[in-house]
């Protein structure tokens, strides 16, 4: 899968879409049991390993709802999520990454920001 930048906004709606009905699937669950929200940062944390050990959307799906989860239950808003990544990007954008011995690639933290 390629993801394009600049990407349809029917696609980025689709998205938003997606994740405030996980949003709102959550808040039901708060009320009628179990709420999941306030063990959701680790929640995160289990998807993504599963995410590693099995890269597929079904599981990059589960990340997500458990970012949701755990987006509300810290009371982050939609805004401050988007300043964060918006931060993020343009602090990443600025750093020297290395590969590392599995592949993946992490920033030197002598050589910037």
Request: charged share 25%.
């Amino acid at each position: 899968m390629t993801i394009n930048p600049r990407s349809d906004s029917l696609d980025t709606q689709r998205l938003a879409d997606a994740l405030t009905k996980a949003a709102h699937w959550l808040d039901t669950l708060a009320v009628t049991g179990p709420d999941l929200r306030p063990r959701a940062h680790i929640k995160v944390a289990h998807e993504a390993h599963e995410l590693a050990d099995h890269p597929c959307l079904e599981e990059a799906a589960d990340v997500l709802i458990a970012l949701v989860g755990t987006a509300q239950h810290q009371h982050w808003s939609v805004a401050d999520l988007a300043d964060a990544v918006d931060a993020k990007v343009r602090v990443n954008m600025e750093r020297v990454w290395t590969q590392q011995p599995d592949g993946t690639w992490q920033h030197d933290p002598d050589a910037g920001p």
